[in-house]
């Protein structure tokens, strides 16, 4: 049995090298003048090949892509994550897969998290509305 690898890369590769890789990066409009996500994506080598997310500008996340997600962003700080996920409880909505990313210590930082149901838009304002957070999208895959 082959054993599977995720294959990932970083920015500074040229797009022939991230092609060698299997990885892409893309760059996903947003109708504004700045891009919400730019973000390498890559697969793996088993027969069940999946799309992950490796790096979304710049922040190394390593998430699959997958129905109905969630993309956070804030700033670093203690109970975050405790935050998010009682909000979305609260709202009964549950958490299949949750993967973070940051700059640095007390820095930017990324959640891309897979729910089991779409967000409504009351909870996309009371994740808004959370201490330190900076941005919300609800992305369905």
Known sequence: MSRTRPLWTRAALSASALCALGCITVNLPTGT???????????????????????????????????????VRNIDRPGMVGNLGKTLGDAGINIATFFLGRQAPGGEAIALLAIDAPPGDLVIMNICALPNVTQVKSLKF
């Open 33 to 71: 003048v700045e891009p919400l996500v730019e973000t390498t994506i890559g697969g793996d080598e088993s027969s069940d090949a999946k799309i992950l997310v490796v790096e979304i500008e710049g922040i190394r996340v390593e998430a699959e892509l997958q129905g109905h997600m969630l993309l």
